[in-house]
Each structure stands twice: as structure tokens, then as C-alpha cells.
């Protein structure tokens, strides 16, 4: 096995797009933007047994040398960490900032005086809370936390809310990388609330300047919201010449 140092020594348009890109533990704020930055994105392992799974699955990849190996700060890893996955999914599904699809029903029940209210960032940590709650496995982890925490300080992660009556009943969060800005996670508490807060932020998203949300894992939960799959190199090469990430509006607003 040929242990890599960084994200920056690794080329994920060589990477399997059917398996993880990578192993590395580095989930610090840093670690983590270096990982989105170059076209991945992590998964961490519930439990010990998916982290033997993991080993089980692809060591044959890893001692190949067609799955990376990343150390911490710099390090070489002692052993592979295959507690922590990074994907880069080839085809990559995405959605436009204006091609959120909505669905005649809830379009109908927003037209009709739907009394609930969208915000970004003003409940970030509780929006997190709220999309690993009751997940089983669990891969959103204490560490992923914590790293997902700072990156929101440094204004590298976004969350977005939906409001009814001063509760919080659905919301979304991400990473954002220039034009791009994933969709790490979501939740609801009402019908059709996290599907209001991808609406939501891909207009304010759009509003910004930004081209794309990457929707990270295809589903027909995606494909119902307007997801395309948009091959990953087209997607790397818009990495890669990324500029500085856009500013979402913040203001209060009504759904419909």
C-alpha cells in the first residue's frame, strides 16, 4: 500500500466511482474543506462493524493502490483508517439552482397560504441535530460533528430553516466550494418541509451566483427534486477552477 500525505496528492478523476475514493480520519474543520475541495465527501462508520466491513470490502482496493490512503496533519498513516470513507461518486448527481421541482401538490399548498417561513444559518448546530437524530447507522458521528461545527464558524458550511409558528419543522445543511454547494444532510417535521428547504436554498443559492448543489448519493427521492447526473469529471473541473464561494442572503422569508 502507498499511503498518500494529502488531498492534494490525490487524483479522483482516477478514483473508483463505485466505491470510496479514499480512507482518512481527518475530520478537523481543515481536513475536511481539503476533502469537499478536491470532490469528496465523507462517510463515516456507524459502528466497529462497519469498519471491519469497510476492510473487508475493499482492502483488496487499498493494497492495490486504486483507493487513496490519507494520514492526519500531514502524517502517514500507521494502518488504514477505514473508519472513515470518502466518496466520489462517478456519475455525480446534482440539481441546478433553478431546477428544484417542487411537485404539483405542495406548489398547490404554498399558493394557497402555507403559513411557514425559510432562514439560513440562524439554527446550524440545531439543524444538524435534527438531520442525525434517530438514524440508524448513524454515520453523521460526534467527530463529523464537531469538524461540520467549525467549518460553519469559518463560513464554509450553511444550513437552512423552515419555520411554522417559531418552531423549526424541516431544514437542510451543506459545505460550500466556490459555485458548488453539497447536500450533506436534511430532516422534517412536517410533510414536504426538507423538500421546502432544498427549494429554499437552491433560489437563494441562485440569487448568489452559485451553479450547482451536488446531491452526493443518487435516489429517486433526488431525481423527484430535479437531480441530473452530471459526469464526475465535469464535476472535478468545476472544482477546480472555483473561486471564492458566493455569500447566501440571509433574510427571513415566506416559503411561498
Not at 498518500?4 to 481543515?30: E, I, Y
Not at 477505514?82 to 406548489?107: E, K, Q
Not at 423538500?195 to 452559485?210: Q, S, T
Amino acid at each position: 500500500m502507498a499511503a498518500l500525505r494529502s488531498w492534494s496528492s490525490v487524483d479522483l478523476s482516477a478514483a473508483p466511482g463505485d466505491a470510496p475514493a479514499a480512507f482518512c480520519a481527518d475530520l478537523t474543520p481543515a481536513g475536511l474543506l481539503a476533502g469537499y475541495r478536491a470532490g469528496a465527501y465523507p462517510l463515516p462508520a456507524a459502528d466497529e462493524y462497519s469498519r471491519y466491513l469497510n476492510e473487508a470490502l475493499y482492502e483488496d482496493r487499498v493494497a492495490a493502490g486504486s483507493i487513496a490512503v490519507l494520514g492526519v496533519g500531514g502524517e502517514v498513516p500507521s494502518e488504514v483508517p477505514y473508519g472513515v470513507a470518502w466518496w466520489s461518486p462517478d456519475p455525480r448527481p446534482v440539481i441546478t439552482p433553478g431546477g428544484v421541482r417542487l411537485g404539483r401538490r405542495l406548489a398547490r399548498r404554498l399558493r394557497n397560504g402555507l403559513r411557514w417561513s425559510t432562514s439560513v444559518d440562524r439554527e446550524f448546530a440545531q439543524v444538524v441535530e435534527q438531520c442525525r437524530a434517530g438514524r440508524s447507522p448513524r454515520w453523521l458521528t460526534d467527530q463529523l460533528k464537531q469538524g461540520l461545527y467549525g467549518l460553519h464558524r469559518d463560513g464554509h458550511a450553511h444550513s437552512v430553516e423552515v419555520w411554522e409558528n417559531g418552531e423549526l419543522i424541516g431544514g437542510a445543511f451543506g459545505v460550500q466550494v466556490g459555485p458548488v454547494l453539497s447536500l450533506d444532510s436534511m430532516f422534517h417535521r412536517r410533510t414536504d418541509a426538507a423538500r421546502v428547504a432544498i427549494a429554499d436554498l437552491a433560489a437563494r443559492f441562485a440569487e448568489a451566483g452559485g451553479l450547482l448543489l451536488d446531491a452526493q448519493w443518487d435516489s429517486p427521492a433526488v431525481r423527484s427534486l430535479g437531480g441530473t447526473m452530471l459526469p464526475r469529471a465535469d464535476y472535478l473541473e468545476l472544482l477546480r477552477h472555483a473561486q471564492e464561494s458566493p455569500l447566501l442572503p440571509r433574510d427571513l422569508r415566506p416559503a411561498g
